[in-house]
């Protein structure tokens, strides 16, 4: 038992670990309660177009010559999220129609700004698969703040927030503002896709905001564990992934994608009867 005390404790001797493990123990409840209303809402591809509506203002930061080019990239992302909101709502289109065109609209437009007037794309490579262990503190203490503000949003607004997702023309019967509760749900994505792109990668981040939801379901008889059992697969998922990377050197957001894959997949086998 000291002996694998010790295996667990020794990565965290390095600053950058415990820098991670404080940077994954606050991503993963944000994703785990983010990845229940992203799976209810049938809007699993989401999260893949706001990150490619980040990297387009990443893209734009840096041929403007900002110092810190992820502010646009979280604002455009935001009005990317807005409008996005605005055209489902207003519009017959099915959610994913809805995500592919602005998908495939944002990633040309980022292309087109970061190959423009012969610029190398190799610059942003670094995007695709994130690195966790560079995170900075200043970084987390933004993420703890947007982790308080989700879960204020979550306990001020759980039952419109889940009605709107279910059932939009009833909760819109019920008096419930279903475009803004949907504009404030589809912002806090954005914001949480931009922040933490750079860490986890835009290959796998949508996959964390639908994995722990997907496995969730597979177990919970009711919404609060539900909610209970996607938060957990997030964070020990996040976890294992930090710990796997470590002592294999590979990615960090590809652990921890596969560990999530794996509890999905057990969970599937004993699923509940009907689930």
Partial sequence: MELL???????????????????????????GLLSTMVVTSRMSFFSDALGHSAFTGIAIGTLCGLARPMWMAAVLAAAFALLFTYVRRRSNMASDTVIGVFSSTAVALGIFIATFGGGSFTQYNSLLIG??????PGEIALLALILLGVVLLWLGSFNPLMLSAIHPALADSRGIRVFWREAAF????????????????????????????AAGRN?????????????????????????????????????????????????????????
């Fill in 5 to 31: 005390f010790a295996a667990l404790l020794e990565p965290f001797q390095w600053q950058f670990m415990r820098a991670a493990l404080l940077a994954v123990l606050v991503i993963s409840p944000l994703f």
């Fill in 131 to 136: 690195d966790i262990l560079s995170v900075a």
């Fill in 186 to 213: 589809s912002v806090a994505v954005a914001v949480v896709v931009t922040v933490s792109m750079t860490w986890v990668g835009l290959l796998v981040i949508n996959s964390l905001l639908v994995l722990p939801a």
């Fill in 219 to 275: 177990v919970a008889k009711n919404m609060r564990q539900y909610h209970l059992a996607s938060v957990l697969a997030a964070l020990l998922a996040g976890l294992g992934g930090l710990m796997a990377s470590y002592h294999l050197g590979a990615s960090a957001g590809a652990a921890i994608t596969l560990c999530l894959a794996a509890w999905f997949a057990v969970s599937f086998l004993f699923r509940r009867r009907g689930a």
